[in-house]
């Protein structure tokens, strides 16, 4: 943790505790005194987004992946998080800023107009809202859209607004092509490019992948590369599948297409090859389809990325959220044997799937069941 001279990690540790516990009670009122109290005595703005309620949200995401919360409860307590922000950024500021200088604008310039958008499909919006007040904090002029903006609405608005860079978040590597599409689409415009996001691998090389002009690992780094300035690119980029020639072989385009029927076809198989499943209530067969069409979706965002440890990542996080739901851990291998039977014309998916269950293999069950959700 980044300790800065205004703060202590005491007193940021104090206010994480307090706001996480007003979002346990999901009391608003309470959230709110426990940033604006620490606000008042001295942390900065940016602080308290990064160093306090960005790690309470990713205690919030821990809490959902051990089946101590439920998904209603996550999204009541994301969209308090969200207005605590808003109220956050309308405070007027008491000090300087974390860095602890103002914010960086050369004389007699305007300060950098940013949009930042989650893309296309991405609903995980508080990271890049966080990122949006941090630069709002160090003096640029930022458009915030929102959560899942279509690429033909952003390049619209950047026509429209004078944006001089874009910050794109994705949180998850399913959105890894239509990321592609946005990037290349702003370039073709003549704007750079800035993604972050866990999507993007925490060492940013789907950032690369893609053709990003740059990539941050959180939104500190995010807005020094922005002060610095992205270089602007000097031509338009080419079809994006001319810089993947992996895809060429059609595999991520054909197992996209099929996802509903894989899907359908594996659920059918598993109540043959997994007994348990004769028992399962509808909804627990309901939710068993969700878990096999998002092993489709991170298999075919693997072929795109042509990286099989998207996809093991993806299996063996699988894996700790169905233990913490008390699934038999042979239910995933068995899924996944089944899904591999059909790609038997696909070699890059065949081993994507193998990949995933010798990792699937390596994980040490449990000594006792975990909480069921």
């Known amino acids: 943790m980044t300790t800065h001279t205004t703060t202590s990690s005491i007193g940021l540790a104090g206010t994480r505790e307090r706001l996480w516990a007003a979002l346990e009670a999901r009391d608003e009122a309470a959230a709110a005194d426990a940033v604006f109290d620490a606000h008042d005595a001295g942390t900065t703005t940016e602080d308290l987004l990064l160093d306090v309620i960005g790690p309470v949200q990713a205690r919030v995401g821990g809490e959902w992946a051990a089946g101590r919360i439920g998904v209603a409860q996550e999204h009541a307590v994301t969209a308090i998080q969200d207005r605590v922000i808003a109220a956050l950024a309308h405070r007027p500021p008491r000090h300087r800023t974390a860095a602890g200088t103002a914010p ?98 925490p060492d940013g090389r789907y950032a690369l992948l893609l053709g990003a002009d740059g ?17 602007r690119p000097e031509a338009p980029p080419q079809d994006p599948t001319r810089e ?61 990325a042509d990286d099989a440890e998207l996809f093991t990542g993806f299996v063996t996080w699988t894996a700790g959220i169905l233990r913490a739901r008390g699934v038999p851990g042979d239910a995933l291998v068995a899924a996944l044997d089944v899904l591999s039977d059909t790609q038997h014309d696909f070699p890059r998916a065949r081993n994507h799937l193998l990949a995933g269950r010798r990792a699937l293999t390596r994980i040490p069950e449990p000594s006792a069941p975990g909480p069921h959700s």
């Open 104 to 201: 960086r604008r050369e004389t007699g310039t305007a300060p950098r107009r940013v949009t930042v958008a989650c893309v296309d499909g991405e609903w995980h919006a508080l990271p890049a809202r966080l990122l949006a007040e941090v630069l709002r904090s160090r003096g640029f002029l930022v458009d915030y859209l929102g959560a899942h903006v279509p690429t033909p609405h952003l390049i619209a608005h950047l026509h429209q607004t004078g944006a001089d860079a874009v910050a794109l978040s994705a949180s998850l590597p399913v959105r890894l092509p239509t990321a592609h599409a946005a990037v290349t689409a702003v370039q073709a415009i003549g704007l750079p490019v800035l993604v972050g996001g866990a999507a993007f691998g």
């Open 215 to 231: 990539w941050a690992p959180d939104a500190r780094a995010a807005a020094s590369l922005l002060a610095d300035g992205l270089r």
């Open 244 to 304: 993947l020639p992996h895809l060429s072989d059609q595999e991520y385009t054909l197992v996209t297409r099929s996802r509903t029927r894989l899907t359908r076809h594996v659920v059918k198989e598993l109540e043959h090859a997994v007994p348990a499943m004769a028992a399962y209530t509808d909804r627990q067969r309901e939710r068993t389809a969700e878990d096999i069409a998002h092993i489709v979706d991170f298999l075919a965002a693997s072929l795109y």
